[in-house]
């Protein structure tokens, strides 16, 4: 979605089976749709996830989120969450640019 001049991707409702939780589907799910959002000109992709989901928080910092923010009582359960962001590296091209627009 388009916000504020940036281009935003969000995972919503990702969910891995008790099961299957050892064999990194969530990882594989979670980098497949950051590759397509990314090849797809974003510049960020954000999401929610419960404070009290430890698992979900590990796996999205060791993809590289940031914690931007704690929504207060965001669940129907009155659970907090953290929206979580990634920012993307600019491409190349438009990384030079922003280096000669700055004088570098």
Known sequence: DKH??????YIGM???DKRARKAKL???LVTRA???M????????????ETTNEGALRLYQ?????RDKRLCRYYLSGTDAYRLKL??????????????????
Request: charged share 20%; hydrophobic share 50%; proline share 6%.
């Open 4 to 9: 504020r001049e940036m281009f935003r991707g």
């Open 14 to 16: 990702l969910v891995v």
């Open 26 to 28: 969530g990882s594989a």
């Open 34 to 36: 950051l590759e397509v």
């Open 38 to 49: 990314r090849a797809a000109g974003a510049d960020e992709c954000t999401l929610e996830a």
């Open 62 to 66: 060791s993809l590289g989120f940031i």
């Open 87 to 104: 920012l993307f590296p600019l491409p190349p091209q438009a990384a030079d640019a922003l280096g000669q627009a700055q004088g570098q």
